[in-house]
Nanobody, 119 residues
Framework: VQLQASGGGLVQPGGSLRLSCAAS????????VNWYRQAPGKQRELVAF???????NYSDSVKGRFTISRDNAKNTVYLQMNYLKPEDTAVYYC??????????????WGQGTQVTVSS
């Protein structure tokens, strides 16, 4: 199983980006998927997560601006980021609990995608 995070880039303050986290490989089911971010010199921060039933949760720092969603048919989770601020600049990582085709539950990380908010 692999997680591929994509969609990062450079955007001006107030702009939007949509990140994707696509899972591939021998997948039986995907449980909770988390988006974390890590800015230079700071600890990794949990930004949002969505459980297998599609219920989202957000950190206070992004609530009202970010939306997490999932497309189970595509094994993909999205993070729509609106009204971006310079303090949102970080490397964003997705993390997922996946039950593989061997019916073993494992924790996987994507490779990270850079988001830079700057004028």
């Amino acid at each position: 199983v692999q997680l591929q995070a994509s969609g990062g880039g450079l955007v001006q303050p107030g702009g939007s980006l949509r990140l994707s986290c696509a899972a591939s490989g021998g997948i039986f089911s995907i449980g909770t998927v988390n988006w974390y971010r890590q800015a230079p010199g700071k600890q990794r921060e949990l930004v949002a997560f969505i459980n297998s039933a599609g219920r989202p949760n957000y950190s206070d720092s992004v609530k009202g601006r970010f939306t997490i969603s999932r497309d189970n048919a595509k094994n993909t989770v999205y993070l729509q980021m609106n009204y971006l601020k310079p303090e949102d600049t970080a490397v964003y990582y997705c993390n997922a609990i996946v039950v593989g085709s061997d019916h073993v539950l494992r924790n996987y990380w994507g490779q990270g995608t850079q988001v830079t908010v700057s004028s």
